[in-house]
């Protein structure tokens, strides 16, 4: 690891946009830096019991396969997604779909839920 390379890379307006894993556990406060970007990628996810818009609308700068939703927040609110879309019967899917396509990098998300 080089003296400037920051294993949590952000984007311009702050964000985090990656985690550098293997590089954070090299260090000695590894550990805690990567609980701590964990959380913060966390907060950044609305706290509501239903969500009937696409993942790619709650968090529109969030890459489908990102860590935000593999954390614990983030898992939660996948899972209730999804649990809601396939609630919906086949011609209420299908409006959905028309309503909200997949953005670019979200490509085949829907029918992975089928």
């Known amino acids: 690891m080089t003296p400037d390379h920051d294993p949590i890379r952000r984007g ?6 990656h985690i550098d894993v293997q590089a954070l556990m ?13 959380e913060e990628l966390e907060q950044g996810l609305p706290a ?11 968090c529109p700068d969030t890459h489908r396969n990102s860590l935000t939703w593999q954390v614990k927040r983030g898992t939660a609110v ?27 990098g979200w490509a085949g998300f829907y029918d992975s839920l089928a």
């Open 12 to 17: 311009e307006d702050g964000r985090i946009r």
């Open 26 to 38: 090299r260090r000695p406060d590894g550990f805690a830096l990567l609980r701590a970007a964990l």
């Open 48 to 58: 509501r019991d239903t969500y009937d818009v696409p993942p790619s609308l709650i």
């Open 78 to 104: 996948l899972r209730t997604f999804v649990d809601w879309y396939k609630s919906l019967g086949p011609d209420l899917r299908r409006r959905f779909r028309e309503r909200y396509p997949e953005p670019r």
